[in-house]
């Protein structure tokens, strides 16, 4: 890349072109050999029908709209047979409750150690 001076003294990476007392910069341009021109219009596929190209499109949210159904139903499915009726909800207040009843007995033994610490008890 190469660095320009302006009139300031202030180095600059685009030309300036001075027309009329008016400054205008020029981009940088970056210029492809023959070869890689005619690559790039050549493409590594060949050209695809505007309709092909949108069939593959539809053909691929169509498997996704497919897989996405089966996840829905396998979970659906799954959250069925995960709640079987009363049975399971009673077994599962039961766990809660449990679960209620460990973290009060937790949170009261964390205070009872702060305080007995604070005391210097411990």
Same mark, same amino acid.
């Given at each position: ?27 940088? =341009? ?35 709209? $497919? ?11 799954? $959250? ?8 399971? $909800? ?10 209620? =009843? ?5 949170? =009261? ?14």
């Amino acid at each position: 890349m190469r660095l320009y001076k302006e009139e300031s003294g202030v180095c600059s990476t685009l030309p300036v072109l001075h027309f009329t007392g008016r400054e205008f910069y020029m981009a940088e =341009i970056t210029k492809l050999s023959v070869g890689q021109a005619i690559d790039k219009l050549r493409g590594t596929d060949p050209p695809k029908a505007k309709m092909a190209r949108l069939d593959e499109k539809i053909d691929m949210l169509d498997e996704e709209t $497919q897989r996405l159904r089966a996840m829905r139903r396998r979970i659906e499915r799954d $959250q069925r047979a995960g709640s079987t009726g009363p049975d399971a $909800q009673k077994a599962n207040a039961r766990h809660v409750t449990k679960l209620k =009843i460990s973290g009060i007995i937790i949170g =009261i033994v964390i205070v009872i150690a702060i305080l007995a610490w604070m005391w210097g008890l411990l």
